[in-house]
């Protein structure tokens, strides 16, 4: 894995984002999409903060 750049990561994701198609609640499958993409940068070290 390459080394960070930031240390430190602040994340915002939209509440729309989160419930995916239906337009409202939590998607399991949008949850599930984010997490597979936010793995990589905790396997690196960074601290990541999640704002929604």
Same mark, same amino acid.
């Given at each position: 894995? =390459?080394? %960070?750049?930031?240390?430190? +990561?602040?994340?915002?994701? !939209?509440? #729309?984002?989160? $419930?995916? =198609? !239906? *337009?409202? *609640? +939590?998607? =399991?499958? $949008? +949850?599930?999409? @984010? !997490? #597979?993409? /936010?793995? =990589? %940068?905790? $396997?690196?070290? /960074? #601290?990541? %903060? @999640? +704002? @929604?």
């Amino acid at each position: 894995m =390459p080394s %960070a750049v930031y240390k430190r +990561v602040l994340l915002k994701l !939209s509440g #729309e984002f989160m $419930a995916g =198609p !239906s *337009g409202f *609640g +939590v998607d =399991p499958v $949008a +949850v599930d999409k @984010i !997490s #597979e993409q /936010i793995l =990589p %940068a905790l $396997a690196c070290g /960074i #601290e990541l %903060a @999640i +704002v @929604i």
